[in-house]
């Protein structure tokens, strides 16, 4: 780091460099001076084999660099020159640091022709890197997804293939027509079904049993019992086409879709046994419990709005910053229902009966809401309440900054990988047309590295390679025709989020 003393450093001074051993280069355009005795620091460069250029024919010379003046012995290359600054830091600092601006990736590239180690770059750059790493691997996940939803599996066949097209025709309403009318249709239903719950509360529109007591209207029920068949049906056929039946049990929003169903099926059955049994106080304190369970539907909409999965997602990312709140707010909960009961003891007609009673109060008046049913009467008391909700302000605030951000980062981050994977995709279609899309499995198959990341840097040299995860079509990787173009949408994502 900056702070640490540079040990391979040394100084390039006139008493150092021989002029002899200079070499001239020509980096795109950007005409250099550099010394023999300082590139030989590091000799397995590439710039360190050309110090004895002189030693060398023509044609040895030209085999290293892109082109060779023997009259002005000077030496071009058509790579980039802002990284080459980047890279000649190695030879005087002993390390490398890459500059805003530059695309890690390429600059990885750049550091493999110039035959430099990676681990000479500085550790401030490797995570760096390792972020872009992240989000190239986010990006190949999406162009795998969308290569998946649009060409299918050619392995797959009969049930494969049914299987196949029935997850993309209730999971992928961006797939096909049909799947984006089922997922209008299964939103209006939750909507529909949400309002019916809520309207058959309303004592005007209940209907009178034989026995006098409220039930719900007819009407309603048999719109309530439509959206129910609408839902298990829905369920039943994502189960059944579900490539993971497990998983897709254990998912967090399918275990919403059961707990949204299962409530009308066990009230069917237990009514199903007769009145005897309906009439039992715990069999209806339990018919009454799985009723309010149907409010779980609501959260079906997630399913249907990234809105909502996006929050969701923000919120998991800021569980350190919610438990900080809850730990402020718990802290001052107990602090100052404390001193609320110790400072009112003293007023006969005080409200605070104990320091439990008094946490409620403590909880509403740190949240600003002040309901009024419990509130101090003594001087002390008022003190202590108006120093309590300026700290509940101020606990509150704190973590909510940190939480709104991570929401609009991850929000546009969502949005900039979506746009960028697509136009990938675009890419890949415009440049090498339908035919060769269909046939780029067997064009671009690549054996399996150790990983993303060191399979990319060993086997990609094209600046249009991006490393898929895992390639359902028979590679891992899927590499664009463009050699200029493609790696745009990339390294603009890379840039929006290290910027």
Known sequence: MWGIQRTRYADCNGSEASEENEIVVNIGGVKQVLFGDVLNRYPDTRLAELVDCSLKSPEEISSLCDDYDPDTREIYFDRDPKAFKCIIELYYYGEIHIKRGICPICFMKEMEFWKIDPDFLDDCCKCHLNEVEDELAEIAEKVRTILVDREGDPSAAGWQRFQICLWRLMEKPESSLPAHIITIVSFIFVLVSSVVMCVGTIPDLQVEDSEGNLTENPTLEVIETLCIGWFT???????????????????????????????????????????????????????????????????????????????????????????????????????????????????????????????????????????????????????????????????????????????????????VLETAAKHEIELMALRSGEGELEAAPAAHKHVCGAGVWDHAMRSCHSDTYIPLLNDPRGGVGVETPSMDTSFESTAEASEYFIS
């Open 233 to 415: 049906i829905e369920y039943i056929l994502r189960l059944i086409s579900a490539p993971n039946k497990m998983k897709f049990v254990l998912a967090f929003m399918n275990i919403i879709d059961f707990m949204a169903i299962m409530p009308f099926f066990v009230v069917l059955i237990l009514t199903s046994f007769g009145t005897g049994v309906m009439e039992l106080a715990n069999v209806q304190q339990a018919v009454q419990a799985l009723r309010i369970m149907r409010i779980a539907r609501i959260f079906k909409l997630a399913r249907h709005s990234s809105g909502l999965q996006t929050l969701t997602s923000a919120l998991k990312s800021s569980f350190k910053e919610l438990g900080l709140l809850l730990m402020y707010m718990g802290v001052g909960v107990f602090l100052f229902s404390a001193l609320g009961y110790t400072m009112e003891q003293s007023h006969p007609e005080t409200l605070f009966t104990s320091i439990p009673q008094s946490f409620w109060w403590a909880v509403i008046t740190m949240t600003t809401v002040g309901y009024g049913d419990v509130y101090p009467k003594t001087t002390l008391g008022r003190c202590n309440a108006a120093l309590s909700f300026l700290c509940g302000v101020i606990a509150i605030a704190l973590p909510i900054h940190p939480i709104i951000n991570n929401f609009v980062l991850f929000y546009n981050k969502q949005q």
